[in-house]
């Protein structure tokens, strides 16, 4: 049976018995804990009542990151049949053609949760089951958003993915902390959300008294003549991309690797993450990430092992993911709190004008990697 066929069979299991009970057999004297997780798995495109309708080709991109979410948590299921724990896990696609989430969440099946996970990435459906949770008084994750969703006075949310705000402040204090003798070449590029970056990040920075940014701003693209007012062929060129457009950082590494002349390390931003364009030898680049899956290399071989023997092929971040979160939390309800890969250090957010308002928990440790040529060269976790 090759990838696609096995992959077929899980989706057929997944709309045969995504409302069944995945959980250990156990008396009656004992209490199930019910665990709800939210993925936009998109079913009802690969099917038209119980026939597969996606043909044997590969499965659309838009479905693979929850597939592979999906796949992480039931291997984390798994693991947990293993232990005494007894629970109740109800996995629930948020992208039903004719079931909205709004209605979904009547249901009332899912009262009651000792726990809710959420893979959900979009702010008007994170913000619909972080309400849901807000009125069950039920811990909720929300596992890979990296957005508030317009939560406020709700600590029952925990967003693990930090949001722009709190990794654009986190990258401020590496740079400060790191490069406090250096002058750091800020390069962006014109638009609103370039602006709320700097704005971050230079405030933060006028917190402290060490190194300052010289600003270098752009158009659209950049090009080695906007750079070279600036550079200098004596000493380390530190510069920061204060873009999440991918082909500007890009750019931007793309002309100091062609000039070796400068030597450059350049710090980037979240969405450097796995970028392989970004892997050149004459740049040293940084970046950070709230996740590290080479940190337990024991634990990541078994898993993708495990995986290439089901699915016959490599599993994504988002299995990893998937895994981790199901296991944390879901042990976190027996005051077991082990990682199985990333640190986690969960911070009250505060309302910026009620003080002792808690607007939602957040993940404040992100892991900073030092790459050159695709190699990493170090990666520390650095809590905010």
Not at 146 to 168: E, S
Not at 203 to 215: D, R
Not at 231 to 243: A, E, M, P, R
Not at 308 to 323: E, I, T, V
């Amino acid at each position: 049976m090759n990838r696609l066929h096995k992959v077929i069979a899980l989706l057929i299991l997944l709309l045969s018995c995504s409302y069944n009970n995945y959980a250990q057999t156990t008396s009656n004297t004992q209490e199930r804990k019910k665990i709800l997780v939210f993925i936009p798995l998109e079913i009802d495109g690969a099917f038209n009542g119980n026939d597969y309708i996606l043909g044997n080709s590969n499965l659309p991109k838009s479905m693979l990151p929850a597939l592979d979410f999906y796949n992480g948590v039931m291997m984390a299921v798994d693991s947990l049949k293993k232990t005494s724990a007894v629970f109740d896990i109800r996995i629930i696609d948020t992208k039903q053609k004719n079931n909205p989430l709004a209605s979904l969440l009547t249901d009332t099946s899912l009262q009651k949760p000792a726990l809710i996970i959420s893979a959900v990435t979009n702010k008007v459906d994170t913000k619909l089951i972080a309400d849901f949770a807000q009125t069950q008084q039920t811990s909720m994750v929300s596992a890979i958003f990296p957005n508030d969703a317009g939560i406020n006075n709700n600590p029952y949310v925990t967003v693990l993915n930090p949001t722009l705000k709190t990794q654009c402040e986190a990258i401020s204090k590496f740079a400060q902390n790191n490069f406090a003798k250096n002058t750091i070449l800020y390069c962006k590029k014109k638009g609103a959300t370039e602006d709320y970056i700097q704005n971050t990040i230079q405030s933060s920075n006028s917190k402290t008294t060490t190194s300052p940014f010289l600003n270098i701003e752009v158009q659209d693209s950049i090009a080695l003549t906007d750079l070279l007012p600036y550079l200098d062929s004596t000493k380390q060129n530190i510069l920061l991309c204060g873009s999440l457009k991918e082909n500007f950082g890009v750019a931007l590494v793309k002309i100091l690797n062609e000039n070796p002349a400068y030597k450059a390390t350049i710090i980037g931003m979240p969405t450097w993450d796995g970028e392989k364009s970004l892997n050149v030898p004459n740049v040293e680049i940084i970046y950070a990430s709230p996740y590290y899956f080479n940190g337990n290399e024991k634990l990541l071989k078994q898993l993708t092992g495990s995986y290439k023997q089901k699915y016959l092929g490599r599993p994504s971040d988002q299995f990893f993911k998937g895994f981790e979160t199901m296991l944390y939390f879901t042990n976190s309800l027996l005051s077991k709190t082990a990682p199985a890969f990333n640190l986690f250090k969960i911070t009250p957010v505060f309302n910026a004008e009620n003080k002792s308002q808690i607007d939602y928990q957040e993940n404040k440790n992100l892991y900073f990697f030092r790459k050159q040529n695709g190699q990493i060269k170090s990666a520390k976790p650095n809590s905010y």
